[in-house]
C-alpha cells in the first residue's frame, strides 16, 4: 500500500498543477486574510500591518478579505502574483481546501473554473494532499 507521502508525490502533479492564468485572482473570490497573513504581508511590502486592513481589504461578514482592482483583479495581482512568497494561507492552500472537499463532488466544481485541477483525480491522492496542507501544519 503506497504510503501517504507517496501519494502525496504522485497526487499532487496530477491533481493539480498551476497554470498561472490567473483566474483565480479576478471577481469576488472572498480572499480572507489572517493576522498571519496580515502581519506576513505588511512585513513584505513594508507597511504599517495597522494600516493593512485600511489600505488593501474590504470586510466581508465582518472579516478583512483583499480588495479588488477596478478590472477586478485582486489589489495584488500584476500579471502575477506580487506578493506570492507570502500570499494568504486561502492562496496558499488551494486547491486543497478541507472545508470544501468534505464533498468530493466539489472537486469538480472546482476544476470548473481552474483549469491547473484535474478533474479526474483520485480521492485519496486529494485526500493524501488535504492533510499534508492542514492549518497544523501550514508554516
Ligand atoms: S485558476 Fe487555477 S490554474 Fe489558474 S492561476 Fe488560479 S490556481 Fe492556477
Ligand atoms: S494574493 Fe496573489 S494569489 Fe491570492 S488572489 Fe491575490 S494575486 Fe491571487
Known sequence: MPSDEDLEKDSDASAFSCTQCGECCIGYGGTFVTDQDI???????????HRFV?????????????AQQ????????????TIHPV???LCRKWPYIESLLIDFDNWKIMASMCPGINKKAPPHGIKAMVKKTRPSRDP
Open 39 to 49: 502581519e506576513k504581508i505588511s512585513i513584505h511590502i513594508g507597511v504599517d500591518p
Open 54 to 66: 485600511e489600505k488593501f481589504c474590504c470586510l466581508s461578514g465582518g472579516r478583512p478579505v483583499l
Open 70 to 81: 477596478v478590472d477586478g483583479h485582486c489589489v495584488f495581482w500584476d500579471k502575477v502574483c
Open 87 to 89: 500570499k494568504p494561507k
